[in-house]
């Protein structure tokens, strides 16, 4: 089992910049793909970034390349999502998962892993 809790989430007016955190436990996550996630009010949950295992592959949805960086620290076991420019649109709840095959990244299926989310509002 890997227990996936995520944090960072907060208050930012338009053009501010987070950086959510999703820590593992339980296992390590090193032959995980991980991916992000998020969920606005009355939408369906949607695809926002993914790493490979070995951190060399990152697909992004086309609505946040260039403005978010995912990346991985396995020493820590930890997860991140950088977030630059950000705008009124990008307020959801932020989920990060777990996928241990890492076929198709986009697919919510896919995950086995999901963190409990964090709160990202962002003011105009």
């Known amino acids: 089992q890997v227990q996936l809790v995520e944090s960072g989430g907060g208050l930012v007016q338009a053009g501010g910049s987070l950086r959510l955190s999703c820590a593992a436990s339980?296992?390590?996550?090193?032959?995980?793909?991980m991916g992000w996630f998020r969920q606005a009010p009355g939408k369906d949950r949607e695809f926002v970034a993914s790493?490979?295992?070995?951190?060399?592959?990152?697909d992004y949805a086309r609505f946040v390349k260039g403005r978010f960086t995912i990346s991985r620290d396995t020493a820590k076991n930890t997860v991140y999502l950088q977030m630059n420019s950000l705008k009124p649109a990008g307020t959801a709840v932020y989920y990060c998962?777990?996928?241990?095959?890492?076929?198709?990244?986009?697919?919510?299926?896919?995950?086995?892993?999901w963190g409990q989310g964090t709160q990202v509002t962002v003011s105009s």
């Open positions: 339980g296992r390590p996550i090193n032959n995980y793909l």
């Open positions: 998962g777990a996928d241990h095959w890492g076929t198709w990244p986009e697919r919510i299926s896919e995950y086995d892993y």
């Open positions: 790493i490979s295992w070995s951190g060399a592959t990152a």
